[in-house]
């Protein structure tokens, strides 16, 4: 059984659509559109959190920092 599913975003990523690795493991359907988790993450917010459809836990976790103008000063 799978004790704690991450789903990684990257810096400029605010939504996401994956599969539940829960889901998947024990077979519970076959049609994949039923396993998949949409969701979105602020973009000032580096974690959220969410649930499946039948209640299984997803962390979801941004990598990395969002890229920015960066002004050179000479």
């Known amino acids: 059984m799978i004790e ?3 789903v990684w975003l990257g810096p400029d990523a605010t939504s996401f659509a994956e599969p539940c690795e829960a889901c998947l493991s024990l077979r519970e359907s076959l049609a994949t559109r039923h396993v ?3 969701g979105t993450l602020r973009p000032d917010a580096d974690v ?3 649930t499946c459809r039948r209640g299984h836990r997803i ?4 990598v990395g920092a969002p890229a920015r103008a960066v002004a050179l000063v000479r």
């Open 36 to 38: 998949i988790v949409h």
């Open 4 to 6: 704690r599913q991450h």
């Open 48 to 50: 959220g959190f969410m």
């Open 59 to 62: 962390v979801i976790r941004r």
